[in-house]
T-cell receptor, first 115, second 112 residues
Framework: DTEVTQTPKHLVMGMTNKKSLKCEQH?????MYWYKQKAKKPPELMFV???????INESVPSRFSPECPNSSLLNLHLHALQPEDSALYLC??????????????FGPGTRLTVL | QQQVKQSPQSLIVQKGGISIINCAYE??????FPWYQQFPGKGPALLIA?????SEKKEGRFTISFNKSAKQFSLHIMDSQPGDSATYFC???????????FGTGTRLQVTL
């Protein structure tokens, strides 16, 4: 099973709302990632968790708050977002973060619209 | 220094033809070069990858050609099929799997 699941598939929120995105994998991977992808653009790395600890934060605004409750779960908490934050949010996982040839497996993404 | 340049932006190929997508990089520290395929509404999926100590890698209809001296690599899709219609991203990383630098993407359309 090489599946990364993400919920919800679609999310519409106002600028004052608080919402969360959820990602789950059961491949025993110890590295998990959040990416943001705008239309017709490549994915942009936001955060990397390695062994449940945040190892990379690509200078993401604090209105995005990641959380890794256990090795299978990754959340992204959203608060006071701006319309320009509307995008496809992708979760990925890999066996390790430190091995260059480890494949990153992506989930289908959550399509976020901020009104 | 961290950029990966990808061309063309879009490509239309007839069924049975060869699709060729090119990428170029500047950072000589890159040591892993994967290609990802993304269908609309889906996340990217690894298609094929190469390390710089190899000049060519083939998996089925997909071949990566790698030119280390020119700092270029390309994806060839032989016998292109309508089901190959997707967006293709080249990528590169150095040292760890954590930070993939993606190319800008190529939207491939294979016509009947």
């Amino acid at each position: 099973d090489t599946e990364v699941t993400q919920t919800p598939k679609h999310l519409v929120m106002g600028m004052t709302n608080k919402k969360s995105l959820k990602c789950e994998q059961h491949m025993g991977h110890r590295a998990m990632y959040w990416y943001k992808q705008k239309a017709k653009k490549p994915p942009e790395l936001m955060f990397v968790y390695s062994y449940e600890k945040l190892s990379i934060n690509e200078s993401v605004p604090s209105r995005f708050s990641p959380e890794c409750p256990n090795s299978s779960l990754l959340n992204l908490h959203l608060h006071a977002l701006q319309p320009e934050d509307s995008a496809l949010y992708l979760c990925a996982s890999s066996q390790e973060a430190a091995r260059v040839q480890d494949t990153q497996y992506f989930g289908p993404g959550t399509r976020l619209t901020v009104l | 220094q961290q950029q990966v340049k990808q061309s063309p932006q879009s490509l239309i190929v007839q069924k049975g033809g060869i699709s060729i997508i090119n990428c170029a990089y500047e950072n000589t520290a890159f040591d892993y070069f994967p290609w990802y395929q993304q269908f609309p509404g889906k996340g990217p999926a690894l298609l094929i990858a190469i390390r710089p100590d190899v000049s060519e890698k083939k998996e089925g209809r997909f071949t990566i050609s790698f030119n280390k001296s020119a700092k270029q690599f390309s994806l060839h899709i032989m016998d292109s099929q309508p089901g190959d219609s997707a967006t293709y991203f080249c990528a590169a990383s150095t040292g760890t799997a954590s930070k993939l630098t993606f190319g800008t993407g190529t939207r491939l359309q294979v016509t009947l």
